[in-house]
T-cell receptor
Framework: DQQVKQNSPSLSVQEGRISILNCDYTNSMFDYFLWYKKYPAEGPTFLISISSIKDKNEDGRFTVFLNKSAKHLSLHIVPSQPGDSAVYFCAASGRETSGSRLTFGEGTQLTVNP | KAGVTQTPRYLIKTRGQQVTLSCSPISGHRSVSWYQQTPGQGLQFLFEYFSETQRNKGNFPGRFSGRQFSNSRSEMNVSTLELGDSALYLC???????????FGQGTRLTVV
């Protein structure tokens, strides 16, 4: 049972344009959502997060949008840069769990072309 | 501020052996979690330790175990290794009240 899904395995965009990465979840107990970026053979790097009490959170070039009714979140990167090329993981944490336990999506490979 | 440190970075073991991986969290972080990443299963939660106690556990067999020391450093042990245990094992640390997990570079385990 895949509770967090990233339906696009890959995305290719031009440098300077917007990258939009999508994520869907099924567990209504999830109340905190995170995005991570990962290069091969390295650990994921935390990018941005959002609580379920918000619908938008912005940090520099990165903005995360949360649509609770649709159980959908997205990460916008504007403008996209070649250094943004990596695998992006969406992750969720539930209010029924004390502490930190993240459920991850399968990841989306973003390629930003110069 | 030093990040999460995992040792060793690479490891090759034979089926049936056991292995111990080590993780030092970010200073001040008391929660340590372990994840397994494989091409077929993605990133999966193994367990979390807080104040030397296991606080959460994923769906892995009992061959996978862990512990945490009083300085918050953690170890993960896998006994009776199987070929399917070949994976990148990631450790993450979290502030006591936080949800954001910060990951180490991982240990690449290959079982032959």
């Amino acid at each position: 049972d895949q509770q967090v899904k990233q339906n696009s395995p890959s995305l290719s965009v031009q440098e300077g344009r917007i990258s939009i990465l999508n994520c869907d979840y099924t567990n209504s107990m999830f109340d905190y959502f995170l995005w991570y970026k990962k290069y091969p053979a390295e650990g994921p790097t935390f990018l941005i997060s959002i609580s379920s009490i918000k619908d938008k959170n912005e940090d520099g070039r990165f903005t995360v949008f949360l649509n609770k009714s649709a159980k959908h979140l997205s990460l916008h990167i504007v403008p996209s840069q070649p250094g943004d090329s990596a695998v992006y993981f969406c992750a969720a944490s539930g209010r029924e769990t004390s502490g930190s336990r993240l459920t991850f999506g399968e990841g989306t490979q973003l390629t930003v072309n110069p | 501020k030093a990040g999460v440190t995992q040792t060793p970075r690479y490891l090759i073991k034979t089926r049936g052996q056991q292995v111990t991986l080590s993780c030092s969290p970010i200073s001040g972080h008391r929660s340590v979690s372990w994840y397994q990443q494989t091409p077929g299963q993605g990133l999966q939660f193994l367990f979390e330790y807080f104040s030397e106690t296991q606080r959460n556990k994923g769906n892995f067999p009992g061959r996978f175990s862990g512990r945490q020391f009083s300085n918050s450093r953690s170890e993960m042990n896998v006994s009776t290794l199987e070929l399917g245990d070949s994976a990148l094992y990631l450790c993450a640390s979290t502030l006591t009240s936080g949800k954001e997990a910060f990951f180490g570079q991982g240990t690449r385990l290959t079982v032959v």
